[in-house]
């Protein structure tokens, strides 16, 4: 298993060869930052005191769950098993005091940003849709079998979406 964006790397490769134009969906803000927040935000950070050995006792202890439900995903994707992917938690999958360390860095959050990819994605995919013959979209799994995620979104705006257990 790797961070490499292995398969989108492909994706561009195999675009770039037929002559096609990849749209990106990436949105733009501005970095606007309120320095005094900024600045009582890194001391408030600095005071407390993130208990970095339990951290390190939980990352261990949720290692083995992290790595079967990785392995069950992967499976899963291999053979085509939605219900499979459907049942597992995504978001159980990281560092174990990753809420930890968001709770400490929160004064960094930027309310809403996640909801402006999704509507610049939404907005994408229907262009795409509406344009071409045929469109292809790379998304994280939990997008794909999540009601809610994007394909749940673009069913709700009246696209027929094709499961493969559907084809």
Not at 8 to 24: D, G, K, L, P, Y
Not at 57 to 67: F, G, K, S, Y
Not at 118 to 141: C, D, G, Q, Y
Request: charged share 25%; net charge neutral; with cysteine.
């Amino acid at each position: 298993m790797t961070q490499e964006s292995i398969v989108w790397n492909r994706i561009v490769e195999i675009a770039e060869a037929n002559n096609i134009s990849i749209t990106q969906t990436r949105i733009q803000y501005p970095l606007d930052i309120d320095r005094k927040a900024y600045k009582a935000g890194i001391a408030a950070l600095a005071q407390s005191r993130i208990n970095d050995q339990e951290c390190f006792a939980r990352t261990v202890d949720t290692l083995e769950a992290d790595l079967d439900v990785m392995k069950r995903g992967a499976n899963a994707w291999a053979t085509g098993d939605l219900g499979m992917l459907r049942q597992l938690k995504y978001n159980e999958v990281q560092p174990a005091c990753k809420r930890i360390y968001d709770a400490a860095m929160g004064f960094q959050k930027k309310p809403g940003l996640a909801e402006q990819a999704s509507l610049a994605w939404l907005a994408a995919a229907e262009h795409a849709l509406r344009r071409n013959t045929v469109t292809f979209a790379v998304l994280p799994m939990s997008e794909i079998v999540s009601v809610d995620g994007l394909l749940g979104r673009l069913k709700a705006l009246g696209y027929v979406v094709i499961e493969p257990n559907e084809a």
